[in-house]
Structures are given as structure tokens and as C-alpha cells.
């Protein structure tokens, strides 16, 4: 079975702080796919990462895609309340069709 | 809008009673999802639709769930004599082929079944 663990599961900070969060896996995945999801909606994509060792940036998101192709972190710079949500990763299982994600980490950001 | 759109957004029931919850896919869009998101997890696959045809339904938890695609558009997923351990959001997502890496997958918004 192939797991996608997240970390931490909670993170609770101020406005302008920077953080990590963290996608681990035992398995080799050859993408992977971060998703935010807001109260009462379904997931957002945010990024494909493909390529080991691959950074992608989106504004203020860094996503980066481990060599091994087994983990992934997005860190996030001067973090604001807009970026309150559930992060999600998640990575194709058997084939383009079946999605497997991670529990999500849940971030806070205080004003 | 042009995006994924579920009805009802909220369902409650009772325990052993039946239920149908509705997806409508975004116009053109070949493949269809079907997911459930209990509390403090993530999505969870139960079914992919290619067309008309379930082309995996390896995820559907047992044979109480059962889902269509009649036409290739709507899709229906049913569940009968409902348990308190189905409660959850159940998530419809279409994208445009399913059949490559960057077919990206758009969500609706969910059914909230509430089981009591």
C-alpha cells in the first residue's frame, strides 16, 4: 500500500512567519501534486512536481520534489492570512486515475 | 459557473435508509472521480468513470455503494442501507481525459452526509 504521510498535521502561525511542511513516503512516485482546500470546498491544485529534485514557485510557495522521488515540502514565505487552509499532497496510484492523499496539514494564520 | 457542481450540499439520513448524491462535471470533461473525505483525513478514491463505464472501482468500500454514469455526463452515487460510518463528504472530480499525468482533476464542493 502506498502512504503518503504529511507533516505536521497542525500549524498554527503569525502573519509574516515562513514555514515547511513536510510529504513522506516509502514509495517512488513519478509525480507529485499539492492541493489546498478551503472550508466547504473541494481541493485546489496548486503544483505538479515531476522531476527529481525539481523546485517549482508560485508567488510566495516554494514546492520541491526530493531526488529519490519519495517526498516532497512546500515552504511558504511571510505567510498570510490567505493562506489559512488544508494542504494536501497526493500522487497517482496505478495509473493517471487514482489519486492517493496524504491526512493534510492544517494551517492557521493570525493577523 | 463552469466548475464541478454536487447536490445536495448537505444530506442527513438515517441509519438503513437509502441515498443518491449528484455530480455534474464540468461540460466536455471524459473522466469522472469519485472520492469521500471523513474528518481530519484526506480524500480517499472509491471510483473512476471513463465514459459511460466504471473503469476502476477498486475504492467503493462494499457492495452498499454503487455509482452511474448513464450518459457519460451526470454521474450518481448510491448507497444504500446507510451506516453511521459512512458520514462524510463525498467529492466529484472531472478532468478532461484522465488519461495522462497532467490531466488535471477539478473538484466540486462536496455532499456533507451526515448518517444518523
Known amino acids: 500500500t502506498q502512504l503518503l504521510e504529511q507533516s505536521p498535521q497542525f500549524l498554527s502561525i503569525q502573519e509574516g512567519e515562513n514555514l515547511t511542511v513536510y510529504c513522506n513516503s516509502s514509495?517512488?512516485?513519478?509525480?507529485l501534486q499539492w492541493y489546498r482546500q478551503e472550508p466547504g470546498e473541494g481541493p485546489v491544485l496548486l503544483v505538479t512536481?515531476?522531476?527529481?529534485?525539481e523546485v517549482k514557485k508560485l508567488k510566495r510557495l516554494t514546492f520541491q520534489f526530493g531526488d529519490a522521488r519519495k517526498d516532497s515540502s512546500l515552504h511558504i514565505t511571510a505567510a498570510q492570512p490567505g493562506d489559512t487552509g488544508l494542504y494536501l499532497c497526493?500522487?497517482?496510484?496505478?495509473?493517471?486515475?487514482?489519486?492517493?492523499f496524504g491526512a493534510g496539514t492544517r494551517l492557521a494564520v493570525h493577523p | 459557473g463552469a466548475g464541478v457542481s454536487q447536490t445536495p450540499s448537505n444530506k442527513v439520513t438515517e441509519k438503513g435508509k437509502y441515498v443518491e448524491l449528484r455530480c455534474d462535471p464540468i461540460?466536455?470533461?471524459?473522466?469522472l472521480y469519485w472520492y469521500r473525505q471523513s474528518l481530519g483525513q484526506g480524500p480517499e478514491f472509491l471510483i473512476y468513470?471513463?465514459?459511460?463505464?466504471?473503469?476502476?472501482d477498486s475504492g467503493l468500500p462494499n457492495d452498499r455503494f454503487f455509482a452511474v454514469r448513464p450518459e457519460g455526463s451526470v454521474s450518481t452515487l448510491k448507497i444504500q442501507r446507510t451506516e453511521r460510518g459512512d458520514s462524510a463528504v463525498y467529492l466529484c472530480?472531472?478532468?478532461?481525459?484522465?488519461?495522462?499525468?497532467?490531466?488535471?482533476?477539478?473538484f466540486g464542493p462536496g455532499t456533507r452526509l451526515t448518517v444518523l
Open positions: 472530480a472531472s478532468s478532461p481525459t484522465g488519461f495522462t499525468g497532467t490531466d488535471t482533476q477539478y
Open positions: 497526493a500522487a497517482f496510484s496505478g495509473g493517471y486515475n487514482k489519486l492517493i
Open positions: 514509495s517512488v512516485f513519478s509525480s
Open positions: 461540460s466536455g470533461h471524459t473522466a
Open positions: 468513470f471513463q465514459g459511460t463505464g466504471a473503469a476502476d
Open positions: 512536481v515531476v522531476t527529481g529534485g
